[in-house]
């Protein structure tokens, strides 16, 4: 079957008649056929078939019958690891393009892959639409994220994924097919946001490698936005990830969720992509990643305008139809040009309420948070909610302990604040030298410091921390006995450091 014989077929699969329903369906309701710039996906009332055009644009080339085949089996395995109950089987259809047949006569003409359809209304962009990215999904996902990439194949060092020519190449490809439109208003836009990817490769060019070397580089899902996630079970399930070309698929972990984040930025999803960001990488660790981050960022927003041009070529860059374009190019402009972030460190007893305050404060003030308590069992070996079973002074509570984690804090506070992001430092800070400490590192930054102070009763303090010893759901493991000793060495705020205190009720900060 020739290409050009492809949009005879879709038609035919698409009309009443379509061998794709069952004969009950074929009178009440006609098949829907969604175009992509590489698919086509007909919707019955029970399932989807995808199948894809015959392209070749460069990072994806579908020119033969094979290739469709092999493709449709690769989006079917790979899939499977997010969305094992959607994606059922690839289907091979025979017959003609004219007359199409599920039945097995002769050699197979085309493939689809066949998947159970949910509802349009359960996309990520349609709840996002209606402000329904609640926490608790955006915390679930972020959890599935990190889980997955933590377990995902790691690249071999010696490999070209990843590597710093092939990220170069592919961003330069995103620059150079919307430089073909000739467009005086595109080409305004794009030209600062070309100089600043091209200034911030070479800033992080050698963390790139790093990143490759120390095995960052794995089998993602390579396509996370909000149009390939679905709500399914109380729960935002990934799905159409990359499977037409390896070095798409294969690349950093916070690229892959530097697409959705960067996608959720696009559409004023602030708060959701704040609370997915900061349970990613509380998960994760993944702090380091955040030097790369912004970068990577611009990229993706450029692959969706690129992406929103191949969806209609025709397309004139002023007319309405083309929106994402500009959705996705003023996204690229905003992350290539961030304000002066804010250090804020919060202060008060365990039991205070400042976590609770660090948590609900993040998004607002659009700020990475970075938790004392996981932080001190992460460099120890302990997940978060692992009970080392510890005393105040002993095992990851020693004095070296506690100077080690404020260490970590301070140096990973540094990273974040150098590329760019408001920082929440979660501690008690009841010492004045750690607060001098990090009041410092704001200084040498050239960053704004501010602290959150959480002043509560003593005994409203004790109550809480008896009620979270039974809860045992929580990373800090402080009981009464550490209260009454952080009660003996804390050091109050002097007059001088409560001008740095900050209103609670001021929000509003830039995204990025």
Same mark, same amino acid.
């Given at each position: 079957m020739t290409p050009e014989s492809l949009p005879a077929l879709i038609a035919a699969l698409s009309n009443r008649n379509s061998p794709l329903l069952p004969l009950?369906?074929?009178?009440?309701?006609?098949?829907?056929?969604?175009?992509?710039?590489?698919?086509?996906?007909?919707?019955?009332?029970?399932?989807?078939?995808?199948?894809?055009?015959?392209?070749?644009?460069?990072?994806?080339?579908?020119?033969?019958?094979?290739?469709?085949?092999?493709?449709?089996?690769?989006?079917?395995?790979?899939?499977?690891r997010f969305a094992a109950d959607l994606y059922l089987e690839t289907v091979a259809i025979h017959g003609s393009p004219d007359a199409p047949t599920l039945e097995t006569t002769g050699h197979p003409i085309e493939y689809a892959v066949k998947?159970?359809?949910?509802?349009?209304?359960?996309?990520?962009?349609?709840?996002?639409g209606k402000g329904l990215l609640t926490c608790e999904l955006m915390e679930k996902l972020a959890s599935t994220l990190a889980v997955f990439h933590n377990q995902a194949q790691r690249a071999e060092n010696n490999s070209d994924y990843g590597s710093v020519a092939t990220i170069r190449a592919y961003s330069e490809h995103n620059f150079s097919l919307l430089d073909s439109l000739c467009h005086p208003a595109v080409d305004a836009i794009c030209a600062p946001i070309r100089q600043f990817e091209q200034q911030e490769f070479a800033r992080i060019e050698s963390v790139l490698e790093t990143r490759k070397n120390h095995g960052f580089i794995r089998e993602c899902h390579g396509d996370l936005h909000l149009n390939n996630l679905v709500r399914l079970g109380g729960q935002l399930i990934p799905f159409d990830c990359i499977e037409f070309n390896e070095s798409l698929r294969w690349i950093d972990v916070i690229n892959d969720i530097a697409f959705l984040c960067m996608d959720m930025e696009a559409h004023a999803q602030h708060a959701a992509l704040f609370q997915t960001l900061n349970r990613y990488l509380e998960l994760s660790g993944d702090y380091a990643g955040m030097a790369v981050f912004r970068y990577y960022c611009v990229y993706r927003a450029m692959v969706r305008a690129k992406i929103a041009h191949l969806n209609d070529p025709g397309a004139a860059p002023d007319k309405e139809v083309n929106s994402n374009l500009y959705r996705y190019l003023a996204s690229a402009a905003r992350f290539s040009t961030p304000d002066r972030p804010t250090l804020f460190i919060t202060h008060g007893f365990s039991g205070s309420g400042k976590s609770w305050l660090a948590r609900r404060m993040a998004?607002?003030?659009?700020?990475?948070?970075?938790?004392?308590?996981?932080?001190?069992?992460?460099?120890?070996?302990?997940?978060?909610?692992?009970?080392?079973?510890?005393?105040?002074?002993?095992?990851?509570?020693?004095?070296?302990?506690?100077?080690?984690?404020?260490?970590?804090?301070?140096?990973?506070?540094?990273?974040?604040?150098?590329?760019?992001?408001?920082?929440?430092?979660?501690?008690?800070?009841?010492?004045?030298?750690?607060?001098?400490?990090?009041?410092?590192?704001?200084?040498?930054?050239?960053? /704004?410091?501010?602290?959150?102070?959480?002043?509560?009763?003593?005994?409203?303090?004790?109550?809480?921390?008896?009620?979270?010893?039974?809860?045992?759901? /929580?990373?800090?493991?402080?009981?009464?006995?550490?209260?009454?000793?952080?009660?003996?060495?804390? /050091?109050?705020?002097?007059e001088s450091e409560k001008l740095y205190i900050h209103d609670k009720k001021t929000t509003g900060q830039a995204a990025f």
């Open positions: 009950p369906e074929s009178e009440q309701e006609p098949i829907r056929v969604i175009s992509t710039h590489i698919s086509w996906i007909l919707l019955t009332r029970h399932y989807a078939y995808k199948i894809k055009k015959s392209v070749n644009f460069g990072f994806v080339d579908f020119t033969t019958l094979e290739k469709r085949r092999f493709f449709c089996q690769e989006e079917l395995r790979l899939n499977r998947l159970k359809r949910f509802e349009q209304s359960e996309i990520g962009l349609e709840l996002a998004p607002e003030l659009a700020a990475i948070r970075i938790n004392s308590d996981i932080e001190r069992k992460r460099l120890h070996g302990y997940a978060a909610l692992d009970n080392t079973k510890r005393a105040a002074g002993d095992g990851i509570y020693t004095h070296d302990a506690t100077e080690r984690t404020y260490t970590h804090l301070h140096d990973t506070t540094a990273l974040l604040l150098r590329a760019g992001y408001n920082t929440i430092v979660d501690a008690t800070f009841l010492l004045k030298r750690h607060r001098r400490q990090f009041a410092q590192l704001a200084d040498e930054v050239g960053v /704004e410091f501010k602290i959150l102070d959480v002043d509560e009763p003593y005994e409203v303090i004790e109550s809480r921390i008896k009620m979270r010893m039974k809860r045992n759901d /929580e990373p800090s493991e402080a009981d009464l006995s550490i209260l009454a000793l952080q009660k003996q060495y804390a /050091e109050a705020l002097d």
